[in-house]
């Protein structure tokens, strides 16, 4: 059983900045969104922290978090 990576920690005397997360996206049911990949489409069910149901009008699609490639409108 192996531990999972602790984060780097950044030097105040680095001359290179700290790395930055984003913060994670939440949506909610009935929201519009655009997706790289699939256009625009609307929140029909959400799983906290996990995944988000999306209809895009074509298909309805389970976008895992962290919805790198999904914004909203």
């Known amino acids: ?21 984003p913060a994670p996206k939440h949506f ?12 625009l489409g609307r929140v029909i069910g959400i799983e906290d922290g996990i995944a988000a149901l999306v209809d895009f ?8 978090s962290p919805y790198a490639k999904m914004t909203k409108l």
């Open 57 to 64: 009008g074509s298909a309805q699609m389970r976008i895992l």
């Open 28 to 39: 909610a049911m009935g929201d519009q969104v655009t997706h790289d990949m699939y256009g």
């Open 1 to 21: 059983m192996t531990k999972p990576a602790a984060p780097k920690r950044h030097l105040p005397t680095s001359p290179f900045r700290a790395s930055v997360t």
